[in-house]
Every structure is written in C-alpha cells, then in structure tokens.
C-alpha cells in the first residue's frame, strides 16, 4: 500500500466550507440538515466519539454548500477535541460563514461509559 492518500481523504484534509447564494433572501423558510456519522476524537483517552450534528438554520444572504459542509464535517474524524469544543466550533464557523437569521447546532453524542450527552447552541440564546 503507498503513502499516497486516497482521493477522498485528500479531498477531506482539503476541505473548506463554501458558501452559495440565497436564491430566495427575501422568504424566511428554515433548512435542517442532519449529520449521522460525525466522529471525533476523545482528547483525553483518545477513544472514538460518534454523534449525529443537527443543524437549523434560517438563512439570509448565503446558504451552506453541501458537499463542503460534509468534507468539513468529517474532517473532524481525526481530531483531538471534546463534545461541547466540536459543538460550538461547528456553531461558530458556520455563523460566522453564512450570518444567518437564526442558527441552531445540536451534538447529540452517542453513550459511552453510560453517559449521553446533548449540546444545544443556537443564535437566540447569543443573542445574536
């Protein structure tokens, strides 16, 4: 097997969130997209974490691109970073990217040693 890295992976490392614009600024109308694989690393034992990434959000100017939301997503797979730190910085890149009406990010992590966790951040309790 080479070092060379597989189109797919290299596409991930390279992975940017894109915006598109909103082909109908002047409606308010809401977009859910669900995430079911995210993973990521436990930055204290290093194990696997497994969450589904809910996102609401009312646009403005931009919506997200898709693909790029899903590179971006799994380019966390191999990062060191706890729960609550993944779901506010998937919050705060997305906020800052598309300036949303309202903004919604919710990290409903699978159990492990027996505890679940929720993380809710949404845009009404910034108040922003």
Request: contains cysteine; neutral net charge.
């Amino acid at each position: 097997m080479s070092g060379e890295l597989k189109y797919g992976e290299k596409e991930i490392q390279e992975a940017k969130l894109e915006v598109w614009p909103n082909p109908n600024p002047e409606k308010n109308y809401t977009i859910n997209i669900t995430f079911p694989e995210f993973t990521c690393l436990c930055p204290r034992s290093g194990y696997p974490d497994f969450a589904t990434i809910k996102i609401t959000y009312v646009p403005d100017q931009y919506i997200v691109e898709l693909k790029s939301l899903k590179l971006y997503l799994n380019k966390y797979r191999n990062q060191y970073i706890s729960h609550e730190e993944a779901t506010n910085k998937i919050y705060d890149d997305l906020y800052n990217l598309l300036k949303p009406r309202f903004l919604e990010v919710i990290g409903d992590w699978n159990p492990r040693g027996n505890v679940k966790t929720v993380i809710k951040i949404s845009s009404e309790e910034q108040g922003k």
